[in-house]
């Protein structure tokens, strides 16, 4: 058993943001189960929504904010992430964070941010590093927290659960222990014990088949904080970017929200425009809402994708302000500065999460939880563009605010000594075709079933199956050695179940919840949907 003071699981914005805080407090593992880059923070293009102009003011993000989150932000919370985001943004510059700066004006000495913007900001608000935030963020953290010799990297190492006084056999009380986490190389799981284990280990795109976020996205966090009996909030509220590169060898490559802040079109196979017939705000309609006029579009006239046009602006614009698009189409044969852009909508980003204060605390007692794995009331029922970004790298800082100033509580009401993992007499699984048959299921289950526009019989039919897919995946979890490949099956099935639960349990439709039992808002559903194991 290894001990440390913070172990954090995930190596994205919030997870490193929150290392690089927390070394000053005592050590720290972060615990990542890829390489150390790999995560939704590293692909992220569009930027990250800040007040810095004085055209701009924090009373307008918060409104644009909860304008998009359709009546279920929590106010408060949303006021005050957008009010801490100007001191966030100028640390993550003091790490080495470069953002894109307008050209100098005549006679001015000191150059301004060049703000982008996007859907269902009323103003031009989203810091960026031309259309590769993410990947500047992610690089300079890494690098900050690569000298830090408080902070013990753990690469390829996934945690697999959470250990609770509960599931240690405590009735009276419960509390967050420590960790299991497997070592892919050499197969051995470690026992991590800490007094504080914070979650940062981002969303669960890769239980839908279509998707933006890459393979690490497959929900351990969130799953894990279920099975620790954590309150898990808003599943149903799954985000779909309304424009992923349709191509049949691009995997999944995003067409930043950007493009169409700078004035790209969407116009079907015969050229016209098609957003008017579904909100005044066209193209800049929040995405929930594009999103949906696509799916619209694509099943009225059976085309497999629609198009974004940015043609008619300079080429030199284009290739400057998104040379990574522009690259990456050019690879497919698009060229964007003449050709319009294939795009099909594909699961993004998750609102709903490990329900949390404003501090990241979960409600079991040495859990938290940040970034986007978390539930803070910030988003709401439709999150706005731009804004994870920022709710992460606030939260990091919240977090550590408030760990680094609790009284842990003394060690003689709880084992210190943690069980070491047993792996019984186990095989390794002999048919992994049955592993990757039932993740395929899984994920066209969601997508058909669980998608843009659902029903309710839909769901139930989800819901029936996915229990059967559990209890089979259950069976190898308990027979068979553990691989990364089955702990992410098997925490893909509980995500998934989640989000069908959490969407049966909302009988109306709302921001990203659109079912066509129950198409208009209810006012008795104004509130989050919470679900917890018993
Ligand atoms: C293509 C794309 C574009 C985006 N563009 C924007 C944008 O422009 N602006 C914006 O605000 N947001 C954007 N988002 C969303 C934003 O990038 C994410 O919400 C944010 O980066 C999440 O940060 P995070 O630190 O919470 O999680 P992540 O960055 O996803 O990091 C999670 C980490 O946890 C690790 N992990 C997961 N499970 C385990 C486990 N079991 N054991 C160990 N480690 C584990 C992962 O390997 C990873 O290191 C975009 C997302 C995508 C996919």
New binding site residues.
């Given amino acids: 058993m290894k001990r440390f003071d913070f172990v954090i699981?995930?190596?994205?914005?919030?997870?490193l943001s929150l290392a690089l805080k927390a070394a000053r407090h005592g050590t720290v593992a972060i615990?990542?189960?890829?390489a150390r880059a790999?995560?939704?923070?590293r692909?992220?293009?569009?930027?990250?929504a800040c007040v810095t102009s004085a055209e701009d003011s924090f009373e307008l993000h918060v409104a644009d904010t909860l304008d998009a989150g359709a009546g279920l932000c929590d106010e408060d919370v949303v006021r005050s992430i957008v009010t801490d985001g100007p001191a966030r943004i100028r640390e993550l510059i003091e790490a080495g964070v470069h953002f894109d700066e307008r050209e100098l004006e005549q006679g001015a000495s000191v150059a301004e941010l060049d703000l982008g913007r996007e859907g269902g900001h009323s103003r031009r608000r989203i810091l960026h590093s031309r259309d590769v935030?993410?990947r500047e963020i992610e690089e300079a953290l890494l690098r900050a927290v690569g000298v830090n010799p408080e902070i013990v990297m753990l690469e390829n190492?996934?945690?697999i659960d959470l250990i609770t006084l509960r599931k240690l056999g405590h009735v009276s009380a419960d509390r967050c222990l420590g960790v299991y986490v497997l070592d892919e190389a050499s197969g051995n799981v470690l026992t991590l014990r800490s007094d504080r284990i914070v979650l940062?280990?981002?969303?669960c795109?890769k239980v839908y088949l279509y998707t933006?976020?890459p393979a690490?996205?497959t929900g351990?966090?969130l799953a894990m904080a279920w099975r620790a009996g954590a309150r898990i909030a808003n599943m149903e509220f799954i985000q779909f970017h309304p424009t992923c590169l349709y191509h049949p060898d691009a995997g999944s490559f995003?067409v930043?929200e950007a493009v169409r802040g700078e004035g790209a079109r969407l116009i079907d196979a015969k050229g016209l425009q098609f957003m008017a017939k579904y909100d005044p705000r066209l193209e800049l309609a929040p995405r929930d809402i594009v999103a949906r006029a696509i799916d619209a579009e694509m099943k009225r006239t059976g085309a497999k994708c629609v198009y974004l046009d940015i043609s008619h602006k300079p080429a030199e614009f284009v290739r400057s302000r998104f040379p990574n698009i522009y690259e990456t189409c050019l690879k497919y044969g698009i060229d964007i500065t003449r050709d319009p852009i294939p795009v099909v909508p594909a699961a993004?980003?998750q609102c709903g999460g490990v329900l949390t204060d404003a501090n990241g605390s979960s409600s079991l007692a040495g859990l938290s939880a940040i970034?986007?794995?978390a539930c803070t009331g910030l988003h709401g029922a439709n999150r706005l563009a731009?804004?994870?970004?920022?709710e992460?790298v606030v939260l990091a800082h919240r977090c550590c605010e408030i760990l680094a100033a609790q009284s842990v509580p003394s060690e003689s009401a709880w084992p210190v000594e943690l069980p070491e993992w047993v792996s019984s007499e186990m095989h390794d699984v002999d048919e992994l075709v049955v592993i990757y048959h039932n993740w395929d299921e899984i994920r066209r289950l969601m997508w058909d079933y669980v998608g843009i526009v659902r029903t309710t019989k839909r769901l139930q039919r989800a819901a029936t199956r996915l229990r059967n897919l559990q209890s089979e995946i259950q069976e190898f979890y308990w027979n068979f050695k553990i691989t990364t490949d089955l702990l992410e099956l098997r925490n893909l099935a509980t995500v998934a179940g989640l989000i069908v639960d959490c969407a049966l349990l909302r009988k109306e439709s709302r921001g990203l919840h659109f079912t066509l039992d129950y198409p208009g808002t209810n006012e008795r559903f104004r509130r989050n949907t919470i679900v917890q194991l018993n």
């Fill in positions: 699981i995930g190596s994205g914005i919030a997870g615990v990542t189960k890829g790999e995560s939704n923070t692909y992220a293009q569009g930027g990250i935030t993410g190492h996934i945690a940062a280990s981002g969303g795109g933006t976020n690490v996205a351990d966090g995003l930043s993004h980003y970034g986007e794995v731009s804004n994870s970004l920022l992460a």
